[in-house]
């Protein structure tokens, strides 16, 4: 099983930009799909994009669609979310996942088997 720990979260002005990178361990991403959820205290966990490691294919949700870019590097075996013109509605802790590339664009967290601890992101008004 892959091991996943995030990193970039903090607190950013709305409008401002936030940078997070998940990295594997244990196993490459490699015929994989990397997904990015969130979820704000008193909700329910939320798909935020996911990219298909064969080809790059990202898929986002509606909320996130021309804000949000998801991003891999194969040599690092990493990915990246990057977050612009944030809001405060944005304020959540971010999960990266890892799950079969038939997870690509279902966008529920059950097609994902392996998750990371989670890094804050607060969004102030």
């Known amino acids: 099983q892959v091991q996943l720990v995030e990193s970039g979260g903090g607190l950013v002005q709305a409008g401002g930009s936030l940078r997070l990178s998940c990295a594997a361990s244990?196993?490459?991403?490699?015929?994989?799909?990397a997904g990015w959820f969130r979820q704000a205290p008193g909700k329910a966990r939320e798909f935020v994009g996911d990219i298909r490691w064969s080809d790059g294919s990202t898929y986002y949700a509606d909320s996130v669609k021309g804000r949000f870019t998801i991003s891999r590097d194969n040599a690092k075996n990493t990915v990246d979310l990057q977050m612009n013109s944030l809001k405060p509605k944005d304020t959540a802790v971010y999960y990266c996942?890892?799950?079969?590339?038939?997870?690509?664009?279902?966008?529920?967290?059950?097609?994902?088997?392996?998750w990371g601890q989670g890094t804050q992101v607060t969004v102030s008004s």
């Open positions: 244990g196993r490459t991403f490699s015929g994989y799909c």
């Open positions: 996942a890892a799950g079969g590339a038939v997870a690509w664009g279902q966008a529920r967290a059950s097609a994902y088997d392996s």
